[in-house]
């Protein structure tokens, strides 16, 4: 989950606790109504339960709290791609032949793909007729699968097509290259191969697992609704069942909402909201949408939800107290409760929010939080000019948070320290902007996206690697806001 926060305190004391900041694990605040909130560091303060997320601390009133279960699951963030790669997906019913394991032994061997053995295999489909094909597919499924084993997505999905270009209606191969996109967030083109694979293995279970997490990145909740009632209904499974309740809970927030629709944008909007403000909003979005269009050379290709809430509505679903600013969690939820038109500040949230979609899905997911948050302030116009000079004492003093500690999520970091990141992630990006051009940026993000490191595609465009890029967003913040 992505939020906009206000940075305009500013504390050097941060940083200390930043590099402190290890691994940890979240706990769980169970509310009486059932709902579990995911948190970290939850403590009782009198009447109240507080805890802290990467918007800053929290707060809930002690009365609708039934009890907190203390170190559960890291948190994830709840992209539809960081979802599917928690899936577990089951063995497909319609398994290859014997000899699998004996052809993966020399497909995958030593800690390497042998590509002789795969390429002999591809050349006797020529003549081999329908168990050569089956082989060859064997043979490319067991080199994308040890692919993704290493994080490769990229290669495991060119892989995963050539076995499929063997054995085109494989149900195990169909879903997948499906999963392969979900994780991307391609998701016209996993549904493309769930619909393959729905022909040959209607009753399939984890058939409907995807189409359901599919159908929730293209925001079509419906849909996504029906998919994982058919696949709880085909074989019972926990997971499945806990996106679906959380999907009809949000359905159920939604039904009484207005909807309202642009060129780009799919706006839901409470009953109490003026239709007028709603309009505004699409107005101003697609405004902001040509602006970060055009500096980023780059169009999305799937439509944004965005979700307008009253103050109760935004708390209840995205579990955040009024004060917290909108979130982007795959769609764009703000409050504008007494709002009745954008005023500066909705419109600054509004771009900021529009920017996390943007890099979401130019980088199919693959953005680092530290890019993620510097580029979105950047785009709401933020500039590091209040924060330069702290930011060169800490470098100076050696204290400067290394770029690889902010690229995973800020969830557990404690407010002060969250603010450091954010105004140290604007710097490096501010840099590179202004020193480098936007470009160089947008090279960067495509790196990204085809499954490369970020320090590594950072050092590919900049020839600099995170240590000198440090060293010169430094010298950027002297040479521009010293006094
Ligand atoms: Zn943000």
Redo the contacts with the bound molecule.
């Keep these: 989950m992505?939020?906009?926060?206000n940075v305009s305190k500013f504390l050097v004391l941060a940083v200390c606790v930043l590099l402190s900041a290890g691994a940890v694990r979240a706990d769980k605040i169970v509310l009486k109504n059932g709902r579990k909130i995911l948190a970290y560091n939850v403590v009782e303060d009198g009447n109240m339960i507080r805890y802290e997320t990467s918007a800053g601390q929290l707060a809930l009133p002690k009365s609708i709290v039934d009890h907190v279960e203390r170190g559960g699951l890291p948190a994830m963030t709840d992209s539809p791609a960081a979802a599917a790669a928690n899936l577990k997906l089951e063995p497909s019913e319609v398994p290859f032949t014997a000899s699998d394991s004996e052809i993966d032994k020399k497909a995958v061997h030593d800690g390497a793909i042998d590509r002789n053995y795969i390429a002999r295999l591809e050349g006797e489909t020529r003549t081999g007729g329908a168990p050569a094909a089956e082989a060859a597919a064997r043979a490319c499924f067991a080199a994308a699968q040890f692919e993704l084993s290493k994080g490769d997505l990229e290669r495991a999905l060119a892989d995963t097509r050539t076995a499929l270009t063997y054995a085109p209606k494989q149900p195990e191969l169909l879903m997948n290259l499906a999963y392969l996109y979900l994780r991307q967030s391609k998701f016209k083109e996993s549904l493309e191969y769930v619909e393959r694979a729905k022909k040959v293995s209607p009753d399939d279970a984890d058939v409907y697992k995807l189409e359901g997490w599919a159908y929730t990145g293209l925001n079509r909740l419906d849909q996504a609704v029906a998919s994982w009632k058919k696949a709880v209904a085909l074989r019972p499974d926990a997971d499945v069942q806990a996106a679906l309740d959380r999907t009809l809970r949000d359905k159920a927030e939604e039904e009484s909402y207005r909807e309202n629709e642009s060129a780009h944008f799919q706006l839901k909007y409470s009953g109490g909201a003026e239709p007028a403000l709603a309009r505004e909003v699409l107005r101003v979005l697609e405004a902001h949408y040509r602006e970060i269009e055009a500096q980023l050379n780059y169009s999305p290709p799937d439509p944004i939800g965005v979700v307008l809430y009253t103050q109760e509505g935004f708390a209840d679903i995205t579990r955040a107290p009024g004060w917290v600013g909108a979130v982007?969690d795959g769609r764009i939820r703000v409050p504008v409760q007494g709002l009745t038109g954008v005023d500066s500040e909705l419109s600054r949230v509004l771009r900021?929010?529009l920017a996390?979609s943007f890099v979401q899905q130019k980088t199919r997911g693959h953005a680092p939080t530290w890019i993620?948050?510097g580029l979105?302030q950047w785009m709401e116009g933020k500039r590091s000019d209040e924060n330069a000079s702290v930011l060169v004492q800490v470098y100076d003093e050696g204290q400067a948070a290394p770029l690889g500690r902010l690229e995973g999520s800020w969830m557990h970091l404690h407010e002060d320290t969250a603010r450091y990141a954010y105004a140290w992630s604007l710097a490096n990006i501010e840099y590179i902007v202004e020193a480098q051009g936007m470009t160089d940026l947008e090279r960067i993000l495509d790196r990204l996206a085809s499954g490369s490191s970020t320090e590594q595609a950072v050092r590919d465009v900049l020839h600099d690697d995170y240590g000198d890029l440090m060293q010169a967003t430094a010298e950027y913040l002297r040479k521009n806001y010293g006094r």
């Excluded at 992505?2 to 926060?5: A, G, K, L, Q, W």
Aim: charged fraction near 25%; glycine fraction near 0%; include cysteine.
């Design positions: 992505r939020c906009s926060v982007n900021h929010e996390h993620q948050e979105a």
